[in-house]
């Protein structure tokens, strides 16, 4: 049977390791275009936030070329991203496919409903070919941050602009067909030189941290490329919210390690923000925090209009912002965000970084 | 005699009954602040964050006149108020959203009954900590002042359960039930929803909300989904939606949504979906914000009517 999944940045990578060692036929969707947001949001509910309607376009094309299982996370709120796979399930039983939906739920609800899915869709539990495909796919989305902050570096000094995107997409390609955890350390080794050699030693001399709703941060699609934009106007991005931890938040059981994550969270957003408000909304206020005090000049929320966590983090930010003596952007896309809008909002925003610094400074 | 001030906003429209029970079983004055006016919804859309939805922005309203009226701001973070489901995320970080607006004190004791385990005990935490904070020491006089305020909580419900509406004194047999759906602070604020329910009632309707039915009804209803939602309001909709359609209930469904709302859009997305698929009543999905206009509002309310007048005159062979 074929099993597809939606787009999320570079989680593909991650999945499709994962998936090609439990002997899986994987129809991946066709890279998000135009085209799925079009169809996402001809079927999606008009006021649901950006990433359904995205997903929703990836399964359709999966879909138009042969997909039968669709492999969808879910969660048990506040977020609405816990209730995605439902509704996504309904829409397209009204359009008439007969696709069967795998929802991985946090541990909390549904793992053994999910075990037991897992067993009918490939007819026994292979424990080691899960435990050995799960490890590979998280060693990638490590591979994957490592390089990726390598890149974030390189972008604003490379000589020729595009040559770091380049390779990292090269990079990906050949990361995709990797095998082994040797193969996969080899190939992180060797772009990170490559990436650093690009540098040339310079360092860009605007930091600007990125914050806001994990989606819209790591899919380029549905943020108008907002890093390499940056990286292009000469700013390092620096965040704190990349693959693998999403993925090792969300889906593992390494509890005390994650309740000490939380607690750092928790301390830091206090003093604005008391309580934890779903999604990524506590940690969108702690990391402005943290990211300016390891240097960032300012820092840019980006999330989905009418999520529900950030406009929470949206209301208090203005107070963040003053305490620390930093500007903050924030940045709402949706289906009719345009690219001439949002560079010239950053090119404000980036011609105030420095006039703010000198001011900090002089005071 | 320190006044508490209760925003006349958001959930306000359910639990006033309670606070206001256990706050003047302890001696205190409750004040609250007017009816929503258009003053409101402007001063409240002009301090508000323009991304954030209708009603928190009619809440802004309110807070805002109320604030400098009374000594202490009773603004519980209602994270849960029943098991396995929350609010809406604003709801857990409300006093936070206006903390910023006033230097008058805030009380802010934290409900979460999200599990089912330990849900007295974070009950009475929330009851002792207000209490704790306006000086009550005695845990007699705050579990009486509790009861109290569950009591009076209890006859709301139980008045509401009574769905013939007190308004309505017409003695004419209404011509037809109409169910409309939606979260209580808008169902029940006439100038956020455009007086629709009395619209509907000179209209020769009853009007049902989820409100009349009993909670746990609906939640079982509710919870017959594939999933069960996390959300304590859309539980209630999509249950009472599911309810009327199945028992054949109402005559015609009106999802009253607020523009922005989150849950609403998830949730307002399958109900259409399951109406549509499942029954054959005519159903209606009506977004009011600040912009409103009555004109649009009243003309697609009154094709509504009519749609629902032309299938009753089928079925009863008049055409």
Known sequence: ?363 | MPIIGVPRALLYYEFFPLWNGFFTSLGWEVVTSEPTTKGTIDQGVSMAVDETCFPIKVFYGHFLELCHRCDFIFLPRLVSIEPRAYICPKFMGLPDLVRGLTTQPILEPVVNLHSNKDYWRQLWGAAQLTGAKMGIKSNFRIGQALLCGLKEQQKHYQSLNNIVSPENTSTQKPRGRIGVIGHPYTIYDPAVNMNLLRFLENAGYQVVTPYNFPNQLLTAIANELPKELFWTYGRKVIGAARLWYQRKLVDGIIDLVTFGCGTDSVTGEIIERLVRRESNLPFLLLTVDEHTGEAGFYTRLEAFIDMIQFKAAIAGGDV
Request: with cysteine; proline share 6%; glycine share 8%.
């Open chain 1, 1 to 363: 049977m074929k099993v597809t999944y939606p787009h999320m940045g570079t989680i593909n990578i991650v999945l499709n390791a994962l998936l090609r060692e439990l002997n899986l036929e994987i129809v991946p969707p066709p890279p998000t275009s135009k085209k799925t947001l079009e169809l996402g949001t001809a079927h999606g509910p008009e006021f649901a936030c950006l990433p359904l309607k995205i997903t929703l376009g990836n399964f359709l094309e999966a879909l138009e070329q042969g997909a039968e299982i669709l492999i969808m996370a879910g969660g048990c709120g506040p977020c609405r991203f816990g209730y995605y796979a439902q509704v996504q399930r309904e829409i397209l039983t009204d359009l008439g496919h007969n696709s069967t939906m795998l929802i991985l739920e946090p541990p909390q609800t549904g793992w053994i409903d999910f075990l037991g899915k897992l067993r009918w869709l490939l007819g026994g539990l292979p424990v080691r070919a899960f435990q050995r495909g799960w490890t590979l796919g998280m060693a990638k989305a490590r591979a994957i941050d490592c390089v990726e902050e390598e890149l974030e570096r390189t972008r604003p000094v490379e000589a020729l602009s595009g040559v770091g995107n380049a390779e990292f997409n090269r990079f990906l390609n050949q990361l995709d067909q990797a095998t082994t955890l040797a193969e996969t350390a080899k190939l992180t080794k060797t772009y990170q030189s490559l990436l650093r050699q690009l540098q040339e030693g310079r360092r860009a001399s605007i930091k600007v941290g990125v914050v806001g709703e994990i989606y819209t941060v790591l899919e380029p699609f549905s943020n108008q490329d907002l890093l390499q934009r940056l990286g292009a106007l000469g700013v390092e991005v620096q965040r704190k919210l990349r693959l693998s931890h999403w993925i090792s938040e969300h889906l593992t059981l390494n509890s005390r390690k994650r309740r000490q994550f939380r607690q750092e969270i928790t301390a830091l957003a206090k003093p604005y923000l008391q309580y934890f408000v779903g999604g990524h909304g506590l940690e969108s206020v702690a990391h402005s925090i943290q990211l300016c005090q390891e240097g960032a000049s300012g820092i840019i929320q980006v999330a989905p209009l009418t999520c529900m966590p950030e406009i929470v983090a949206e209301t208090v930010l203005p107070q963040v912002s003053k305490d620390i003596g930093k500007p903050i952007l924030t940045l709402f896309v949706d289906e009719q965000t345009a690219p001439a809008g949002l560079q010239t909002r950053l090119e404000a925003f980036l011609d105030l970084l420095p006039l703010n610094d000198i001011s900090q400074h002089s005071s």
